[in-house]
């Protein structure tokens, strides 16, 4: 089984920030895309982000552009979402992803491939 780790959700106010972590084992992470996808109440799965951790070139949702920034620690093998100017509509459960379609433009996620995904982490923005 893949283990992704993931850390860093919580509650914030509107135009405030948080930073997702996702840790993952060397052999998930190498060469690989990984990234974030969201799940919102009563909404659809939708990707975040994605960053290849071999060319370190990015992707993202248009909803997320010039607020969030995916970048990679290869030290640590691990991704991180920085998200700033959060709005309610970001309110979601998150999750880290090893899947190549977060790479797409744009990102996106592959259904039943939930053995390549994080347990989540909360984010809740309050208005």
């Known amino acids: 089984q893949v283990q992704l780790v993931e850390s860093g959700g919580g509650s914030v106010q509107a135009g405030g920030s948080l930073r997702l972590s996702c840790s993952a084992s060397?052999?998930?992470?190498?060469?690989?895309?990984m990234g974030w996808f969201r799940q919102g109440p009563g909404k659809e799965r939708e990707g975040v982000a994605g960053?290849?951790?071999?060319?370190?070139?990015?992707r993202y949702a248009d909803s997320v552009k010039g607020r969030f920034t995916i970048s990679q620690d290869n030290a640590k093998n691990t991704v991180y979402l920085q998200m700033n100017s959060l709005k309610p509509e970001d309110t979601a459960m998150y999750y880290c992803?090893?899947?190549?379609?977060?790479?797409?433009?744009?990102?996106?996620?592959?259904?039943?491939?939930?053995?390549?995904w994080g347990q989540g982490t909360q984010v809740i923005v309050s208005s």
């Open positions: 992803a090893a899947d190549w379609e977060l790479c797409r433009d744009p990102p996106a996620v592959t259904p039943g491939r939930e053995a390549f």
């Open positions: 060397r052999s998930v992470y190498v060469s690989n895309c």
């Open positions: 960053i290849s951790t071999g060319a370190g070139s990015t």
